[in-house]
């Protein structure tokens, strides 16, 4: 069975705060591991992918990769309301892929 | 340059109509999926292209769905016999090569009567 996994949430943070998303999957052979925002009404935008265990900055997001435990994580530093979105976490399994159910993340003024 | 499109952006239609929704990728993008997604889940894959073969199809309910992919670009998804279940948003998107990143069409919303 192919499956992510990932707290519906919602996820609550205070404006300027870390907010941290994370997402574990079941498949040890999987290799690609990508993080998607979106917001209500519209398509998932790409915010960052990550192949190999360790640490991936892009600005204000940290996309972290443990192959060990299976698991990828999203760390939101400085954490806005335009941030409030639900966050997609998607994993390869072969020629296709599979998207958790998303984070619903709010970011409170 | 342009994004991902489809068309159109809403279909309604009667329970047993046959539907056609349409994606136009990225230019020079040889990789495309088709995902539908419900209210409150992520997107559930379908299919996914490789040039003009469906390299991976595992994803199809089953055959009343069907998608070509004729000359590697354009690509449509059709549903025959369309029951209220199928009622969801189709979503396509293109990447530059499997296992890269997937950019997302704005999604075609389909109401089944």
């Known amino acids: 069975q192919k499956e992510v996994e990932q707290n519906s949430g919602p996820l609550s943070v205070p404006e300027g705060a870390i907010a941290s998303l994370n997402c574990t999957y079941s498949d040890r052979g999987s290799q690609s591991f990508f993080w998607y925002r979106q917001y209500s009404g519209k398509s998932p935008e790409l915010i960052m992918f990550?192949?190999?265990?360790g640490d991936k900055e892009d600005g204000r997001f940290t996309a972290q990769l443990n192959k060990a435990s299976q698991y990828v994580s999203l760390l939101i530093r400085d954490s806005q309301p335009s941030d409030s979105a639900t966050y997609l976490c998607a994993v390869n399994y072969g020629q296709n892929f599979v998207f958790g159910p998303g984070t619903r993340l709010s970011v409170l003024p | 340059g342009a994004g991902v499109s489809q068309t159109p952006s809403n279909k309604v239609t009667e329970k047993g109509k046959y539907v056609e929704l349409r994606c136009d990728p990225i230019?020079?993008?040889?990789?495309l999926y088709w995902y539908r997604q419900s209210l409150g889940q992520g997107p559930e894959f379908l299919i996914y292209f490789q040039g003009t073969g469906a390299a991976d199809d595992s994803g199809l309910p089953n055959d009343r769905f069907f998608a070509v992919r004729p000359e590697g670009s354009v690509s449509t998804l059709k549903i025959q016999r369309t029951e209220r279940g199928d009622s969801a948003v189709y979503l396509c998107?293109?990447?530059?090569?499997?296992?890269?990143?997937?950019?997302f069409g704005p999604g075609t919303r389909l109401t089944v009567l």
């Open positions: 990550i192949y190999s265990n």
């Open positions: 230019s020079g993008h040889t990789a």
């Open positions: 998107a293109s990447s530059p090569g499997h296992n890269n990143e997937q950019f």
